[in-house]
């Protein structure tokens, strides 16, 4: 069930001048660098929690139905369901209405439960597609913890450049994030 970015966000949660005043850099020379870190330490903080930091659209694929009808999305918050889509065996899409399915967004993972009326794929593969909106909303929408995780991760891959391994969460990170995880999706700090 591969969940598949549509949108990326339009932003990030932290602001280049709100990152410089945390790491006391009073120059403009390594903008670049410290924009790709703030952006490298959200997709870190999203992977490890799997959520959306900021509004962005994501696509869920599936071959059927799973049991019960209630299919984990692998992403939160959820803002809306966007569109449901199952394909025929001739591969003719049909988007279902909205009265199929209904969106449980206080579950941890959110659960999309879909009626025995709508429809079983004809594709034995990607046979269905779940096209929602994710995130908490704009960067000041973003809970305060989260925030601060990707400027202290930041600061850290900004000071141990050379030190830095490729998903290097620090402890103090690390437990920043920890509330926010998602439980049962396979999400790891």
């Not at 970015?5 to 410290?34: N, Q, W, Y």
């Not at 696509?59 to 299919?71: A, N, Q, S």
Request: glycine share 8%; hydrophobic share 45%.
């Amino acid at each position: 069930m591969p969940t598949i970015l549509i949108s990326p966000p339009a932003g990030e949660p932290v602001a280049l001048a709100e990152v410089k005043t945390f790491l006391r850099v009073d120059h403009d020379h390594e903008d670049a660098l410290i924009e790709a870190l703030v952006s490298a330490a959200r997709l870190q903080v999203e992977t490890s929690t799997g959520r959306a930091l900021m509004t962005q659209s994501w696509r869920t694929v599936l071959d059927g139905w799973p049991k019960r009808r209630v299919v984990r999305i692998a992403r939160a918050p959820v803002a809306s369901i966007d569109a449901v889509t199952v394909y025929d065996g001739a591969g003719m899409a049909s988007v279902l209405d909205a009265g199929l399915y209904s969106l449980d967004a206080a579950s941890r993972p959110v659960r999309l439960a879909v009626s025995d009326l709508a429809p079983d794929p004809g594709s034995a593969v990607n046979g269905i597609e779940i096209d929602f909106t994710a995130g908490y909303g704009a960067a000041t929408d973003v809970p305060g913890p989260l925030r601060l995780a990707i400027r202290r991760l930041v600061a850290h891959w900004y000071q141990h450049r050379e030190g830095a391994q490729e998903g290097d969460m620090p402890g103090p990170v690390a437990a920043l994030i920890a509330p926010y995880r998602l439980l049962g999706l396979g999400c790891r700090t």
